[in-house]
């Protein structure tokens, strides 16, 4: 998931006006559990990511706490940025999975077909797009988008 704007970035890493989520709050990627047993265990290091979907699920929510090294972490080597760059007025908002190929512990590929929405400067939008993700040094990490929208 990747979004570029001419507006003026921030660096990298916590920013001011990031929600504050706590282990015990639901998590941002709508799955009924809370943060810290769902994709706050993954952006902690205290697990991979078992399937596509899951890493999907975490890296939306690592959009969503600002968390940069774990979206670089969890990066394709050959097609990751030197750097992630977060959006001050971005705020996302809710997670769409549409669609799943593959990306299962049996699969060394796999597709994720979502939508992510949030509001910019207070407008609502959404993001469609298809991810790719390829397993690197056996964990899944994402490689690259095909944009639906």
Do not use: N
């Amino acid at each position: 998931m990747s979004r570029r704007t001419s507006r003026p970035r921030r660096p990298a890493g916590p920013q001011p006006g990031s929600p504050r989520i706590t282990p015990e709050a639901p998590c941002p990627c709508g799955l009924q559990a809370p943060y810290g047993d769902c994709c706050g265990r993954f952006h902690a290091g205290a697990a991979a990511a078992p399937t596509c979907e899951a890493l999907m699920r975490s890296r939306y929510s690592a959009f969503v706490v600002r968390d940069a090294a774990y979206l670089l972490r969890t990066w394709r080597p050959e097609t990751r940025p030197p750097s992630v760059d977060f959006d001050p007025a971005m705020r996302w908002t809710g997670l769409e999975i549409l669609d799943t190929t593959e990306g299962s512990a049996f699969h060394t590929t796999g597709t994720v077909t979502f939508r992510a929405h949030y509001t910019d400067d207070g407008r609502p939008d959404a993001l469609h797009e298809k991810s790719r993700f390829v397993r690197h040094e056996g964990a899944w990490v994402y490689a690259s988008a095909v944009f639906i929208d």
